[in-house]
């Protein structure tokens, strides 16, 4: 991956502030648009400290799980320590996940995609395709460009070579290409998410979608 966080106590500081103490919220009205369920088993790419993935371990309760992936160990040892009980991690990339294929109902990602390496972000893309069930979803929260300013400024140490204009508007294409179609997107506070979800067996663009996939991993 990209630029790897490793200072997890430092990070949950800043994203308190950059959110302005408003963080909880945000992140469960994202849990919401992610359609989370009871039961459910989830992906959750790049997540550094382990904050969605411990807000959407509420939603998908006792009898679903949720599964962390990041670069990072720091962060990845942070997110033992704080996580409930149907939360693991493991130390992984998002463009080459060690996962079985279909063996997910929804995957997430948010606050990540910009630190992929932008030569490797449609690998990632398509890594999540293959690892999601047939009709599982696809949910992506990143930064919305910024007018600047203080707050950004100091996002900024944590974004590099983020290049975030260009994030929002690669993730669309990226989804799409990959064999998804997006079932929404909008803005919560300071990011853009994008909804999408695998078409399902015998569904038009399933047999494409996979071809996609196999090409791209190849590559």
Request: neutral net charge.
């Amino acid at each position: 991956m990209g630029w790897v966080l490793s200072y997890p106590y430092t990070y949950e500081l800043v994203a308190e502030f950059w959110f302005r103490g408003r963080r909880a919220r945000v992140w469960d009205r994202l849990v919401g648009l992610s359609g989370a369920a009871a039961g459910e088993r989830v992906l959750d790419v790049g997540c550094g400290t382990g904050y969605f993935a411990r807000r959407i371990a509420g939603a998908v309760g006792s009898g679903g799980s949720v599964v962390g992936i990041d670069p990072s160990q720091s962060m990845l040892d942070y997110a033992r320590r704080h996580a409930p009980a149907n939360c693991t991690f493991v130390a992984a990339g998002a463009e080459d996940l060690p996962l079985p294929d279909q063996s997910f109902d929804l995957v997430v990602s948010s606050l990540s995609f910009h630190h992929f390496p932008v030569e490797r972000r449609a690998d990632a893309v398509l890594e999540m395709f293959r690892v999601l069930r047939p009709g599982g979803r696809l949910f992506v929260a990143d930064l919305r460009p910024s007018a600047g300013g203080a707050l950004h400024r100091i996002v900024s140490v944590f974004s590099a070579h983020a290049k975030e204009r260009e994030v929002i508007g690669q993730l669309g294409d990226l989804v799409t290409d990959a064999g998804f179609s997006i079932t929404s997107s909008g803005e919560v506070s300071r990011l853009h998410y994008i909804a999408a979800r695998r078409p399902d067996v015998g569904e038009s663009g399933d047999r494409s979608a996979w071809a996609h996939v196999a090409e791209g991993l190849d590559r």
